[in-house]
């Protein structure tokens, strides 16, 4: 899909992390190379919330990993804040490490169940060190537990076991905010949670953001839930962004037939492609062997043969914000399925 082109990409003072062609591979064992992450290109503006979205294995969560620099991409620059983090040596990415936090899938076990939770809160201040010494880091520690919801009396007694999957996960973002981040990577932050549950966290993120002026890069595999708190939306398949720009556009407008097929699954009386007829067969490719041309052209009903042999670029959709990489975007004048 999205090939070289980055048209897409914003000026480079208007943004606070510029990723461009990061690719990520793996050895798979007899010479065979997973291409986990291929060519990708986006940026994030300060405040702003990416959502990336796309089925289990797509490669978002390697994405974003490989934005931090855990592990570090096979090529591709990250530039935050204008310092390209993949020329830094290894020290001076640790000194980088605190503006990036990472909020988990599963709270629980992500929290050492032996700490009390104000001490596994605590503990990034421990290792970085409070600019303020101990008065400091005693007041941050408890102004943050009270800020995500939580009784900073009761996190110096309990341990995370005590707490249900939601406070667990208001837990983590505590251990995240603590060392005045700059930007979060959220990694499925709401999946493992009741559905009751996802909107009060969804809420308490937003606004842990906008009280202490963070960036987001929120990954997830729903577009229900990428659609309520993404500013800006970039889709990916098969280690490739699809389609890409200004979140509400993309929903009122998807024009890839992938975004389509994802939005026709989101059940909300607002979505326009609720309940459509197209659906996705067959499995996701492997990224070992990744299909020629356009990536998802053994799964869409609009392929023709140029599709099978030539990776769309990403080009304009309109005039604003939306960005598709797709040679038949799906407009009312679409092809037909040959
Ligand atoms: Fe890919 Fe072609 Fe389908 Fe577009 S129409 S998504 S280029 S296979």
Redesign the pocket.
Known sequence: MAGSGKAHLRNADEVLLRVENLVKEFPAGGGKVVHAVSDVSFDVAEGETLGLVGESGCGKSTTAKAVIQLPPPTSGSVVFDGTDLTDLSAEELRQQRPQFQMIFQDPISSLNPRRRVRDIVSEGLEIWGGSGGGAFTEGRVDEIIEAVGLDPQEARKRRPHEYSGGQCQRISVARALVLDPKVIICDEPVSALDVSVQAQILNMLEDMKDRYGLTLLFISHDLSVVKNVSDRVAVMYLGKICEIGDGDEIFKNPV???TRILLSAVPDPANPFAGESETLDGELPSPINPPAG?R??TR?A???DI?RSEE?QTEQEGDGDHWVA???PVRNDAPAAD
Do not use: D, E, M
């Open positions: 890839h037939p992938y356009c998802f052209h869409c609009y392929a023709q599709c769309p797709c040679h038949f």
